[in-house]
């Protein structure tokens, strides 16, 4: 079987003799069609992906369609084209009790903590496949990352009266502004990248938008009337910026990280203190989430394709991959297409 092992910092390797896979009970065969490129990637890539180790099969942005499956209370057949949730719990300790599976005490992300999509064929639970009919295999594959957005959104109980500020324009954070609008939140954009903003006004609907390099504190006190925002998600994945995020925080607000940083995260606990902030972490996504984002795709109401920018064969991946990781590429989604 053929795929793409990152076998240290910096390298890749095609191979062609990467064992079949063989499902256990539960599980399906799933052939992968499409793998979206995420920044977990990119970091893993770097060197810079926290509980990640060597070597490595990427990916778990996954549209792909059944080619083998026993019974199952879920419906599912062979042939259908399904998206995976590519979080693997445990089912029984107290995260996954409370029902509260992103955030299981012995999560296994596909991808980070087991190989992943980036190969022809992978062995999913069915419990962890959604059929997405009606929707493209592009589609299908950013379910993925939209969830994340959608679950931040959720958690945090942005709604209407709110302002929600957004740090980061990336492909997740351009998934909890558009969430966070349709939650009914004035939304305010901030990046380092004015490509970004404008897209993120234009895609995501959001109401303002902030250059992260010109007085942002200044500028959002502006646009609040000196109140600030009451929650602000980061999704930057910058020790910098998330420390620097309680300064824009309303009082009585909540701060939500939704970004993940090698390091130790520092603010002033006065700052902290005054504002009664709610600090919440946001990890991965439910299937609850899956099926919210499934639906606002088959809507219509999240225009899901238009955030591709680039495309590659899944046997040009490795040699385009460096130009992806540059800014300068103008990159905001990026796709992988296997035959």
């Not at 972490?281 to 639906?295: I, K």
Request: glycine content about 12%.
């Amino acid at each position: 079987m053929r795929g793409i092992v990152c076998e240290e910092i910096g390298r890749f390797r095609l191979r062609d003799d990467l064992p079949e896979p063989e499902p256990g009970p539960g599980e399906a065969v799933v052939r992968i069609r499409r793998v979206g490129i995420c920044g977990t990637d990119m970091h893993a890539f770097r060197g810079n992906q926290p509980f990640f180790e060597y070597p490595r099969i990427l990916g778990h942005e996954l549209a792909g369609v059944i080619e083998r499956i026993g019974a199952n209370d879920a419906g599912l057949r062979e042939g259908d084209q399904v998206a995976v949730i590519p979080y693997l719990h445990c089912g029984t300790c107290v995260a996954c009790r409370r029902g509260r599976t992103n955030c299981c005490a012995g999560l296994r992300v596909l991808g980070v903590h087991a190989d992943g999509g980036m190969r022809e064929r992978i062995a999913v639970p069915v419990t962890h496949l959604i059929r997405t009919d009606g929707l493209t295999l592009d589609e299908t594959a950013l379910l993925e990352p939209l969830a994340i957005g959608a679950h931040a959104v959720r958690r945090s109980g942005v709604g209407p009266g709110d302002t929600a500020l957004v740090i980061g324009a990336g492909p997740i954070g351009l998934g909890v502004a558009a969430f966070a609008k349709l939650a009914g939140a004035r939304v305010i954009a901030m990046d380092l990248n004015g490509g970004r903003l404008a897209f993120c006004r234009s895609w995501a609907g959001a109401d303002d938008a902030v250059d992260a390099g010109d007085r942002p504190a200044e500028r959002i006190a502006e646009l609040t009337d000196g109140e600030y925002a009451t929650v602000v998600f980061d999704a930057t994945g910058s020790a910098r910026s998330m420390a620097d995020a309680l300064g824009y925080l309303a009082h009585g607000g909540t701060l939500v990280y939704v970004g993940l940083v090698k390091s130790d995260i520092r603010f002033p606990h006065p700052e902290f203190h005054k504002r009664e902030t709610t600090l919440m972490g946001s990890r991965n996504a439910t299937r609850e989430d899956f099926a919210r984002v499934l639906e606002a795709v088959r809507s219509g109401a999240v225009d899901a394709e238009r955030l591709i920018t680039h495309r590659a064969k899944f046997d040009d991946m490795i040699g385009v991959f460096g130009d992806w990781l540059n800014p300068e590429s103008g990159v905001i989604k990026a796709m992988t297409e296997w035959p």
